[in-house]
T-cell receptor, first 113, second 113 residues
Framework: AQSVAQPEDQVNVAEGNPLTVKCTYS??????LFWYVQYPNRGLQFLLK??????LVKGSYGFEAEFNKSQTSFHLKKPSALVSDSALYFC???????????FGGGTRLMVKP | NAGVTQTPKFQVLKTGQSMTLQCAQD?????MSWYRQDPGMGLRLIHY???????DQGEVPNGYNVSRSTTEDFPLRLLSAAPSQTSVYFC????????????FGDGTRLSIL
């Protein structure tokens, strides 16, 4: 069975500093990996995805994610955090057979001025 | 262009009551799905539909029913509400079968007493 782990319930960073939100996964076959962001009282918004190709994927709002096959990780990064980046972030995975998406438990990002 | 509209936004039910959560989209996407979000567990797929007249079960379908008579609407029915169904429910759409959810509604917060 496929699974996703987001080991940090919360990440705190200062505005202007780089941020990393961690995600590791387990899946049979080739992984399709996704990041979503959720603001209070809203649905999830798609940020970026990795299917194949370059290990560094660029997405919305200046976010990027690095796929590392040997470490089965797909960490979300941003070079300079903004207070407005404070939100709940979800990593998700599915296999290349088109099976259902599995979400991680979420990581709350707090960016302080 | 509203995207995905969910109604109601909030609802309190008593154990044993039934109700229908509504989901409507105006983007003409074929693929619609229902998720529930519980703290620390990410989102879990309840039911999904790949087009009008076609529905299938997700990861946690028990206690829920769906139908898809039109492309636009995908209602979720709770047959006999239980406290374990207290959750936030999200409807999501995508324009490609098997692709990741691209747009989410803002959710329905449901409490079962």
């Amino acid at each position: 069975a496929q699974s996703v782990a987001q080991p940090e319930d919360q990440v705190n960073v200062a505005e202007g500093n780089p941020l990393t939100v961690k995600c590791t996964y387990s899946v049979s076959g080739n992984p399709y990996l996704f990041w979503y962001v959720q603001y209070p009282n809203r649905g999830l918004q798609f940020l970026l995805k990795y299917i194949t190709g370059d290990n560094l994927v660029k997405g919305s709002y200046g976010f990027e994610a690095e796929f590392n096959k040997s470490q089965t990780s797909f960490h979300l990064k941003k070079p300079s955090a903004l207070v407005s980046d404070s939100a709940l972030y979800f990593c998700a995975v599915r296999d290349d057979a088109g099976n259902m998406l599995t979400f991680g438990g979420g990581t709350r990002l707090m960016v302080k001025p | 262009n509203a995207g995905v509209t969910q109604t109601p936004k909030f609802q309190v039910l008593k154990t044993g009551q039934s109700m229908t959560l509504q989901c409507a989209q105006d983007m003409n996407h074929e693929y619609m799905s229902w998720y529930r979000q519980d703290p620390g567990m990410g989102l879990r797929l309840i039911h999904y539909s790949v087009g009008a007249g076609i529905t299938d079960q997700g990861e946690v379908p028990n206690g829920y029913n769906v139908s898809r008579s039109t492309t636009e609407d995908f209602p979720l029915r709770l047959l006999s509400a239980a406290p374990s169904q207290t959750s936030v429910y999200f409807c999501a759409i995508s324009d490609t079968k098997g692709d990741q959810p691209q747009h989410f509604g803002d959710g329905t917060r449901l409490s079962i007493l």
